[in-house]
């Protein structure tokens, strides 16, 4: 995991040079185990994210809005009772932990002044978040509960007095000296990254292997003055917040030597780990939820495929059709040549070019008439077999293609987008629809992802079938440009714009590139065109569109440059 103990300290250090004595002024939990909390200060608001995800633990300060429930959830509704209206006392961390006091001086019913404290354990699966009474340290509730059916060990429940996690009984590497960092380590058993990790608090792998690589081939000494300037960076608070973008896309708040990639770099520890985490733990938590459906759409794609290849497989096959044809045409003109009982028949084929002698298989138990119809009504099956192959085909590979898109838009569809294309798949028949509410659900138009280019030109993104459809055919004018990855799954795009450069042309494709199956490749093939040249075909499914008068560039997706766009936007809401 990146956010280590060092990782901690740098956020905890950021956090208290902008939110000490901040006042909460609301709470909200977006997600399950999700919070954001509201700050309000003489330097400007501030919205403070803190997470108890398994997968994608962590707190920041974060600048994206979040779609809250309409009731808030029971752990929401504590911390609004007792730390709104609060003010921020301390942020602390304890040790090298990942483990974080948030003490909150608020009032209580009777007016009095008291603390409540926020523990945020960043601890992977057993992250979490609760509210505890400093003065009993009594637990008033936390975000994840644990009971006794959970783990015997350690129980999280209301009115409990809290227990600290088990000490991992290592050593402070920010007080280790050269002697005890020495004696640490077995330099004859190698792995050294990996007694780093087991022997000090607070390192994680990341951390490590960054201090092996920058000792490089050195001996002991050399290894003690790479682990020393960390720590002493880690000590004075110098940090360096960047992502490495290689094989797998990792972020540090201490500068990555060791890895190959383009490197991101960042003026706070919030912004980078806000880049790095971005739509991460949504879609995720989408995936989690809509699991069945993705798993039946991949199963659905992989059916048609085989549907195809054997429908080729028969079409081939019927190509002896023409052969019956000829096969009937010559025994009719050779009847008088043959007689029941005969096997084969031998006869000159004047429809080939070269009027080369061929051989007719008969049936010795049919008449010369017979044998002739036989092979008529075979060449008749062969071409009814052949045009219905040929319509089997189409329609399979329509479908596959209209699934695929699908499968690649639930796969990075935040909660609100998973469920329009669930309504989609509803609407067309794949899957059977909810039974309907008395209450007709308020239509609300699929409104499509806004970006913003380098020279402030808006361009829009269908996340779903639903908002291609919205966005192409009735949100564009018929003068803007629209664009979409050739024969590759993805969304629409559409600049708005009809004066526009390469420059704001080639980020659009990029755009297209990005919210497509092509994600991870290079040179991704981006056809483009004039609104007014993109046809919908009556009876297609959402989503289908046939294009004319197009032109193609290729373009590599970088993530650097997508948030980008979407900064660009941001910044024009809030500085219009």
């Known amino acids: 995991m990146s956010l280590d103990g060092i990782c901690i300290r740098a956020i905890v250090h950021e956090l208290n040079q902008t939110l000490l004595g901040s006042r909460v002024t609301k709470i909200y939990q977006p997600g399950e185990l999700d919070l954001v909390m509201h700050m309000r200060s003489k330097n400007g608001n501030r919205r403070l994210l803190l997470s108890a995800h398994p997968a994608y633990p962590r707190l920041y300060l974060t600048e994206q809005p979040a779609d809250n429930p309409l009731t808030p959830p029971m752990f929401c509704m504590l911390l609004r009772k007792h730390c709104e209206g609060g003010v921020i006392e301390s942020i602390q961390q304890v040790g090298l932990e990942r483990i974080i006091y948030i003490d909150?001086?608020?009032?209580?019913?009777?007016?009095?002044?008291?603390?409540?404290?926020?523990?945020?354990?960043?601890?992977?699966r057993h992250s979490n978040i609760m509210l505890i009474d400093p003065a009993t340290d009594r637990i008033m509730d936390a975000i994840r509960r644990v009971t006794p059916d959970i783990s015997r060990h350690r129980q999280v429940m209301p009115g409990l007095v809290y227990e600290a996690p088990p000490e991992q009984n290592k050593k402070c590497p920010l007080e280790a000296n050269r002697d005890t960092f020495l004696r640490s380590l077995q330099f004859n058993q190698g792995k050294l990254d990996k007694q780093i990790v087991n022997r000090f608090l607070g390192i994680g792998p990341q951390t490590a292997r960054?201090?092996?690589?920058?000792?490089?081939?050195?001996?002991?000494?050399?290894?003690?003055?790479?682990?020393?300037?960390?720590?002493?960076?880690a000590c004075s608070h110098r940090y360096e917040p960047n992502i490495v973008h290689g094989n797998k896309t990792v972020?540090?708040?201490?500068?990555?030597?060791?890895?190959?990639?383009?490197?991101?770099?960042?003026?706070?520890?919030?912004?980078?780990?806000?880049?790095?985490?971005?739509?991460?733990?949504?879609?995720?938590?989408?995936?989690?939820?809509?699991?069945?459906?993705?798993?039946n759409l991949k199963n659905a794609i992989d059916k048609n495929t085989n549907k195809i290849q054997k429908l080729t497989q028969e079409q081939k096959e019927t190509e002896?059709?023409?052969?019956?044809?000829?096969?009937?045409?010559?025994l009719?003109?050779?009847?008088?040549?043959?007689?029941?009982?005969?096997?084969?028949?031998?006869?000159?084929?004047?429809?080939?070019?070269?009027?080369?002698?061929?051989?007719?298989?008969?049936?010795?138990?049919?008449?010369?008439?017979?044998?002739?119809?036989r092979y008529f009504r075979l060449y008749n099956k062969a071409k009814s077999a052949r045009k219905w192959n040929a319509e089997q085909i189409e329609k399979a590979r329509r479908e596959r293609a209209y699934l695929e898109s699908v499968l690649v838009q639930l796969e990075d569809a935040n909660p609100s987008e998973a469920e329009e294309i669930r309504e989609e798949l509803q609407e067309v028949g794949?899957?059977?629809?909810?039974?309907?509410?008395?209450?007709?659900?308020?239509?609300?138009?699929?409104?499509?992802?806004?970006?913003?280019?380098?020279?402030?030109?808006?361009?829009?993104?269908?996340?779903?079938?639903?908002?291609?459809?919205?966005?192409?055919?009735?949100?564009?004018?018929?003068?803007?440009?629209?664009?979409?990855?050739?024969?590759?799954?993805?969304?629409?795009?559409?600049i708005r714009s009809n004066n526009i450069s390469e420059k704001t042309l080639h980020e659009?494709?990029?755009?297209?590139?990005?919210?497509?199956?092509?994600?991870?490749?290079?040179?991704?093939?981006?056809?483009?065109?004039?609104?007014?040249?993109?046809?919908?075909?009556?009876?297609?499914?959402?989503?289908?569109?046939?294009?004319?008068?197009?032109?193609?560039?290729?373009?590599?997706?970088?993530?650097?440059?997508?948030?980008?766009?979407e900064r660009n936007e941001t910044t024009l809401k809030h500085h219009p």
Not at 257 to 281: I, N, P, W
Not at 473 to 490: V, Y
């Open 104 to 124: 909150i001086k608020t009032r209580n019913e009777l007016g009095d002044e008291v603390i409540r404290r926020l523990i945020v354990e960043i601890m992977g």
């Open 210 to 233: 960054e201090i092996v690589s920058r000792a490089g081939l050195g001996d002991r000494e050399g290894l003690w003055s790479a682990f020393h300037h960390v720590m002493k960076d």
């Open 251 to 295: 972020f540090s708040v201490l500068r990555l030597t060791h890895l190959k990639g383009e490197r991101q770099t960042f003026d706070s520890v919030s912004r980078c780990m806000e880049t790095f985490y971005h739509g991460k733990a949504e879609r995720d938590r989408t995936r989690q939820k809509n699991h069945d459906l993705i798993r």
């Open 320 to 330: 002896r059709g023409e052969t019956y044809q000829v096969y009937g045409e010559l």
């Open 332 to 373: 009719t003109a050779y009847m008088h040549q043959v007689k029941r009982g005969d096997t084969e028949l031998k006869a000159v084929n004047y429809y080939a070019p070269d009027a080369s002698e061929i051989t007719i298989p008969l049936d010795p138990q049919l008449t010369p008439s017979e044998n002739a119809q």
């Open 430 to 494: 794949w899957i059977k629809a909810k039974s309907q509410s008395r209450r007709k659900k308020r239509y609300q138009k699929p409104m499509p992802m806004s970006y913003r280019s380098s020279e402030g030109i808006q361009i829009l993104v269908g996340r779903n079938n639903k908002q291609n459809d919205f966005l192409t055919h009735r949100l564009a004018s018929a003068t803007d440009t629209w664009l979409h990855t050739k024969e590759i799954p993805g969304s629409h795009v559409v």
């Open 508 to 565: 659009a494709a990029m755009l297209a590139a990005w919210h497509s199956k092509a994600r991870e490749s290079s040179q991704v093939p981006v056809d483009y065109t004039l609104v007014k040249h993109v046809k919908k075909p009556s009876g297609t499914p959402p989503g289908f569109v046939i294009y004319e008068e197009q032109k193609t560039l290729f373009v590599t997706p970088e993530e650097s440059e997508i948030r980008q766009l």
